[in-house]
């Protein structure tokens, strides 16, 4: 069966990076839509960064764009590269799978349990 499993997570000062994990099991990323997608104390869900995997195809909410990367390696984990990280991206981050359309960030079929990322 699909299994999303992230890790990465951590509390870190306001300028630093982190670097998160989606390890994915029971299907193969490539050709799949993945994302990122985080979700803050009291705030709905919202999309971060998503990947057609295999194929190079990236999408970037506004507020991430040229801090953060998305990317996949052939060993069927997704990572994301935080940069420059600031208070506003303090949440739980969720590493998701398969989607009709990458940036259609409510529409993912498979979720990890998320981990989480502090910036104070």
């Known amino acids: 069966h699909v299994q999303l499993v992230e890790s990465g997570g951590g509390s870190v000062q306001a300028g630093d990076s982190l670097r998160l994990f989606c390890a994915a099991s029971g299907f193969t990323v490539e050709g799949h839509c993945m994302a990122w997608i985080r979700q803050a104390p009291g705030k709905e869900r919202g999309g971060v960064a998503a990947l057609y995997a295999g194929f190079g195809i990236t999408y970037y909410t506004d507020s991430v764009k040229g801090r953060f990367t998305i990317s996949e390696d052939n060993a069927n984990t997704v990572y994301l590269q935080m940069d420059s990280l600031q208070p506003e991206d303090t949440a739980m981050y969720f590493c998701?799978?398969?989607?009709?359309?990458?940036?259609?960030?409510?529409?993912?079929?498979?979720w990890g349990q998320g981990t989480q990322v502090t910036v104070s």
């Open positions: 998701a799978a398969e989607a009709s359309y990458c940036s259609q960030w409510n529409a993912y079929n498979y």
